[in-house]
């Protein structure tokens, strides 16, 4: 006689491995008597059974080679690789038109169910046009390949750009070789730079979220910056149509941690959560770090849930009042603290552009307050005396620090405060002895296979087995 | 079937055999692929094409087909024969390893600081090398590597039984018959094992304070 629960874990497996989706959840409804164990030791089969997988999908990824031609394109060369595949450029020979061809990690798409969703997805968020937006020409697969195509945008990654500004780059080879200039840091044009970028996005995310599409991806990564200084928005909502079978009882989670808005974790994702992280993703073209630096996901998690956004100010004192309060407030934890809507953000950016004021202030306390209550009533009885003082408090605040229009404040390039705020601008790249700190350097030059870093003590790097 | 020798020796046999034979690896392909992936040294994975090191195990299982043995059709002689050619390619890999590590041996000695193992060809090494992957962009991918990370860690900890059946198990996707075929003991005994084996490890995972599983 078997085991009973070993025959359920066999059975579970068999499910699991043949694409079933299945639940833990599932299991332990249906075999009350072994519930416990079942909820104690399954998501832990489900590691081991994802973990044994994990090689076959990453090792072809490493060790992939070029191909020459995937359909009518003529594969050029690799432009670079991420968690989300890699990138050539190519040429479509009928048409003669150059196009970007991501390669997506193989086994992602391994079982029917999901690559239909895939290439419904993609096709979704591939009909969005607009000039701010990369669109997605067509899906295929061939040679047991799938890919995307996608226009060629003649710029580079926004990750890659903010690292050579870090650097003190003057400019930086964009995908066809040629030179973008990169301006320097706390430069006038390097805000003018700044909110060009933003406001592209911005007017992107909004046409995406008219349509009903939500991106759940934004980084710096995800931003084409191209060789007149305008904002391409790629992969939109590529992580959802990416995103495997979730199999625990956890929400949806889909998106580059770092950027997650805390929502997120609860399994909510809306325009709001776009929001954050393109607010997160400006934090970075402020300051040059990662609001939330941390290197281990559990530790970012963490911070991201119960911790608010450094003000962008105590980092580089040379940013704008005005840029710290928008970002502050995209990046709120909250996400009826956020803007309403892209489009008020879109309104926003071209005030600040025109050297207008900007209509968003540190906090909007009435509103808040009477939100919140609404939602927690009984709560708020207890809170709210305390939530009034405090956003008083701020009022006060910020009626007494209201920031003069931005044109005012650029600061003078070369001398005075920039130069004061210099030394603090580099971050010392990660935590002493922890390898490449938050700058990760472009996208192909990230190892895939190696050791991770920053393992924690006690974890095992890999060892070879012993020979006999 | 490069050696001459070999084919004469082989041809002898009736051609019902090798057929037989040809089926087996036909259907099993897939696992011992996994298991050659799974326990190839990682050193090699650049140099040595998986599919190589079978095709060399599947030329050994052929010259020695006269031990094949009886009656692969049937359930248990079709399990024996699983567990015959499952240690065929496990010779053949330590073969392998001997001929490309050799000088290196004392290396890899000196990092393994495990008890000797259950298996010729350790188990713990491949399952922490397996685990510690690389993160991808979606964050569940992430936490998952993590967690793995965590998971390579706390098996190391297990006795090299307990690691066994897990890898055997979860790693060369081998049945529970087939574990217990292979580890000498009774079904009963393989049960037991592979859920005292998870309970461990879920123990140790928890001592050691790592991320709630649930």
Known sequence: MREPLELLADEFVTERRRGASISVEAYADAHPDLADEIRELFPLIDTLESASTHDEQAAPLATFKRPERLGDIEIVRELGRGGMGIVYEGVQSKLGRKVAVKVLPQQTLFDQRRLERFEREARTAGSLTHPHIVPIYSVGHAEGLHYLVMPLVEGVGLDHLLTAVAEGATEVRIASGLPLAVPAHNSAEYWKLAAQLALGAAEAL???????????????????????????????????????????????????????APE?????????????????????????????????????IRAITQQSVPAPRSINPAIPRDWETLVLKLAAREPQDRYASAELLVADLRRMIAGEAIQARPLRPMERG???????????????????????????????????????????????????????????LGPPGRGPGPWRGPPNQRPRNGPRQGRPPGELPPRPPQPV | MSDPLAMTASLVLPASRRAELAELLATHRERLLRMVRFRMDRRLAGRLDPEDVLQEAFVQADQRIEHF?????????????????????????????????????????????????ASPVATSQSIAGRLVGAITSPSQAALRSEREAQLAATLAKLSDLDQEVLALRHF?????????????????????????????????????GGLSYA
């Not at chain 1, 399994?267 to 993703?281: F, K, M, N």
């Not at chain 1, 939100?371 to 927690?376: G, L, Q």
């Not at chain 2, 065929?88 to 050799?102: K, N």
């Open chain 1, 206 to 260: 909004a046409a995406a979220h008219q349509h009903g599409t939500l991106h759940r991806d934004i980084k710096p990564a995800n931003l084409l910056v191209d060789r007149h200084g305008a904002a391409w928005v790629t992969d939109f909502g590529l992580a959802k149509a990416m995103q495997g079978d979730d199999l625990s009882r956890s929400g949806e989670l889909v998106g580059t941690l770092r950027y997650m």
């Open chain 1, 264 to 300: 997120q974790f609860r399994g909510e994702c809306t325009p709001q959560s776009d929001l954050y992280a393109l607010g997160l993703t400006l934090f970075e073209v402020l300051t040059l770090r990662p609001a939330f630096p941390q290197e281990q996901p559990s530790e970012a």
């Open chain 1, 370 to 428: 009477a939100r919140w209550a609404k939602r927690n009533p009984l709560v708020a009885g207890l809170g709210f005396a305390l939530v009034l003082v405090s956003v008083a408090a701020v009022m006060v605040t910020a009626a007494l620090l209201r920031p003069p229009p931005i044109e005012q404040l650029a600061p003078p390039s070369p001398g005075g405060e920039s130069d004061f705020a210099e030394p603090r601008l580099r971050p010392p």
């Open chain 2, 69 to 117: 043995p009886q009656g692969s059709d049937d359930e248990s002689g079709g399990l024996s024969a699983f567990i015959w050619l499952r240690l065929i390619v496990e010779q053949t890999l330590i073969d392998v390893h001997r001929r490309h590590l050799g000088a290196q041996r004392r290396d890899a000695g000196r990092e393994v600081s495990l008890a000797k193992p």
């Open chain 2, 172 to 208: 060369e996707q081998l049945s529970n018959s087939e574990v217990a075929a292979v580890l000498g003991i009774e079904t009963k005994a393989a049960s037991i094992r592979y859920v005292r084996a998870l309970k461990r490890l879920k123990e140790l995972l928890t001592e050691s």
